[in-house]
Nanobody, 123 residues
Framework: QAEVAESGGGSVQDGGSLRLSCVFP????????IAWFRQAPGKERERVAS???????TYADSVQGRFVISKDIADNAAVLQMNDLTPEDTAMYHC?????????????????WGQGTQVTVSS
């Protein structure tokens, strides 16, 4: 797996918003599927959102209606806009991408994996 750089994590209050970004320097983001995962201490890794090469997106029930995954073609980046954050969203977030039409559910199915960015939501 190739490692990619993420940005945008931080600390916010309950109900706040954050925008995570992950830049891919070596491949056109339009040609790969992208996904965002998160893992909180003591909890299993969760795939929160994914976007297929041709656009269809899927979200975990826990973030449906609050998070939006997208591709920034100009910056060649994967983006996760997170709104109405709650303390339950506190976790390390990782972006991922793969040379396939539809993203898988497990880290070993991805060609690119972000180093992680911490998101902390306080009540």
């Amino acid at each position: 797996q190739a490692e990619v750089a993420e940005s945008g994590g931080g600390s916010v209050q309950d109900g706040g918003s954050l925008r995570l970004s992950c830049v891919f320097p070596d491949i056109a983001v339009a040609r790969i599927c992208i996904a965002w995962f998160r893992q909180a201490p003591g909890k299993e890794r969760e795939r929160v959102a994914s976007m297929a090469v041709h656009g269809p997106v899927t979200y975990a029930d826990s973030v449906q209606g609050r998070f939006v995954i997208s591709k920034d073609i100009a910056d060649n980046a994967a983006v996760l806009q997170m709104n109405d954050l709650t303390p339950e969203d506190t976790a390390m977030y990782h972006c991922a991408a793969a040379h396939r039409v539809i993203c898988g559910h497990y880290p070993n199915e991805f060609n690119y994996w972000g180093q992680g960015t911490q998101v902390t939501v306080s009540s």
